[in-house]
């Protein structure tokens, strides 16, 4: 099973960027973003099929833009206009074989990285 590593985490005021990245250890497709905040269920933010369509949470539009390397093996989510509300842990997800759409919810996702940090301060 693909190994799936987040980083890029980190504390930023409001209005700043981050740009996340999740390091797989294989070609990797059928990928999303995730998020959890203290005491709330974990909920979708991006997500990316295996031939490139995107959807996104719709209080991240605009903001957020997912991403992925020409290798498949690093997917990217550029952070912009950041709100306190941002404010989680944030996971990357993938699923396996060939998808043509991928939704933002948690139970299609099989493969779970360790998670990586954001703070966004008011």
């Known amino acids: 099973q693909v190994q799936l590593v987040e980083s890029g985490g980190g504390s930023v005021q409001a209005g700043g960027s981050l740009r996340l990245s999740c390091a797989a250890s294989?070609?990797?497709?059928?990928m999303a973003w995730f998020r959890q905040a203290p005491g709330k269920e974990r909920g979708g933010v991006a997500a990316?099929?295996?031939?490139?369509?995107?959807v996104y949470k719709d209080s991240v539009k605009g903001r957020f833009t997912i991403s992925q390397d020409n290798a498949r093996t690093t997917l990217y989510l550029q952070m912009n206009s950041l709100k306190p509300e941002d404010t989680a842990m944030y996971y990357c997800?993938?699923?396996?074989?060939?998808?043509?759409?991928?939704?933002?919810?948690?139970?299609?996702?099989?493969?779970w990285g360790q998670g990586t940090q954001v703070t966004v301060s008011s």
């Open positions: 990316m099929s295996s031939d490139g369509d995107t």
């Open positions: 294989a070609y990797t497709v059928n």
């Open positions: 997800a993938a699923r396996d074989g060939t998808w043509f759409y991928c939704p933002i919810a948690k139970t299609f996702y099989d493969t």
